[in-house]
């Protein structure tokens, strides 16, 4: 974490519009990554090993067996889900009043725009009729199917639609927007859900690797250099925060006002 945050510092010292060609060259150079055949075929390897480690694990005992397949079950999505909008919800009341207003807003704003980016890059995909079955697809006869074993449970473990990953996408956004805005305690929990709440799919075989760190990166990537490096926010937030003030003074009726703030989390 050390390492990061001294790069993070040394990111925060560019213009703007290096910033904003920095990420993009990284959300390219790794897509590329992915596209051009020999650094693919590294990716393979990666994507095919740890399927078989993680997915493999399912063998040694029916506990363990039984803890993912209640995790990989559809209302588990909910766990999440909940925690990210209650975290993102503290992030925008944490502070005074007056500083309150524009932060609901940032954190609407930003969720629409999260939503509107990857219904975008969805019809792409479908555009282009790119569906990439997941490893247990692939594998058949080597995959650990939870579904086989817990049918009651219902298990995801399967798709034909694997890359790239939502839940991989949702979560990088999340952790990027803390360490845009947030600071301590928000970006570790950001960083502690990134891992822990993509793991259920890899280990059921319903996702890749590289769905998450190859087609949700670059999608995450694109997403927050439009958001923090370009004049976007500066004239989306003024805009719908004088649009949202009526939905506002009804809120902090019944929200009690902070007295005191410690601003980062």
Not at 73 to 99: E, K, T
Not at 119 to 138: A, E, K
Not at 202 to 207: E, I, K, L, N, T
Not at 235 to 254: E, Y
Request: aromatic residues 22%; contains cysteine.
């Amino acid at each position: 974490m050390r390492v990061f945050d001294l790069i993070l510092t040394k990111f925060r010292q560019l213009s703007l519009i290096n910033k904003f060609c920095l990420i993009n060259t990284i959300a390219l150079a790794l897509l590329l990554s992915w596209l051009i055949p020999f650094t693919r075929y590294l990716w393979d390897i990666i994507d095919n090993n740890l399927f078989f480690l993680l997915n493999g694990s399912l063998s040694l005992n029916f506990y363990w067996r039984f803890f993912w397949a209640i995790a990989n079950n559809r209302l588990f999505d909910l766990v999440p889900a909940f925690a990210i909008l209650l975290l993102f919800l503290w992030w925008a009341y944490r502070d005074l009043r007056y500083v309150q207003r524009e932060q609901f807003t940032t954190l609407i704003v930003f969720l629409v725009f999260m939503g509107i980016l990857r219904w975008l890059f969805g019809n792409i995909t479908d555009l282009l009729q790119y569906h990439r079955p997941s490893p247990s697809l692939v594998f058949p006869e080597s995959a650990f199917m939870l579904s086989l074993h817990f049918p009651w449970l219902n298990p995801k473990d399967t798709t034909f639609w694997s890359f790239p990953g939502d839940h991989g996408y949702v979560l990088l956004c999340f952790m990027f927007f803390f360490y845009g805005y947030g600071a301590g305690g928000f970006r570790k929990v950001a960083v502690i859900s990134l891992l822990f709440f993509n793991l259920p799919r890899m280990v059921s075989g319903a996702h890749w690797i590289t769905d998450v760190a190859v087609g949700s990166m670059v999608l995450a990537l694109f997403t927050v250099s439009f958001w923090f490096f370009t004049p976007l926010k500066y004239f989306c937030i003024p805009w719908c925060t004088r649009k949202l003030n009526p939905v506002f003074d009804v809120l902090f009726r019944i929200l009690p006002e902070r007295t005191n703030s410690k601003g980062g989390g």
